[in-house]
């Protein structure tokens, strides 16, 4: 029962990875987006566990985020077509590979962001809740 949720974090940023859009892991916005997108994860909060006791476990419900970006004349069918992406992606597979229990995505709340000089952006942030469990918080 030894999961690392650093582990679990690097197979959601390979299944992002994957993607035609370009797929950086906690980084900050690049000052050019790709014609194909460009997708951020964040490694966000694992929250305050639910513990059980014999045998000791934590389980949690941590809290990702992915950052959905597009760019061009048509921002908008490229962002939606970007986010049918990675919501393909995700759907594939919810455990990770037996990583995690679960994760689910909640829906994307868009936002177009003006850029000065350049066309602007159309972004949203994805949640991401894991469901896992492991023998050690520092885990």
Do not use: N
Not at 51 to 58: E, I, Q
Not at 69 to 85: E, I, K, N, P, W
Request: glycine share 6%.
């Amino acid at each position: 029962m030894r999961i690392l949720r650093e582990t679990i974090l690097a197979a959601l940023h390979a299944r992002l990875s994957a993607l035609p859009a370009t797929a950086l892991r906690g980084e900050v916005l690049p000052e050019r987006v790709p014609a194909e997108g460009l997708v951020i994860l964040r490694d966000g909060e694992p929250g305050e566990p639910e513990v059980t006791l014999s045998p000791l476990a934590y389980h949690y419900e941590h809290r990702a985020e992915i950052e959905a970006v597009a760019q061009g004349a048509d921002r908008d069918a490229a962002f939606d077509t970007l986010c049918a992406s990675i919501g393909t992606a995700l759907a594939a597979d919810r455990t990770l590979g037996g990583l995690c229990d679960w994760f689910e995505a909640e829906a994307p709340r868009p936002v177009d962001l003006p850029i000065e000089g350049a066309a602007s952006v159309k972004a949203a942030v994805i949640p991401v809740i894991l469901h896992y469990t492991t023998a050690d918080p520092l885990a």
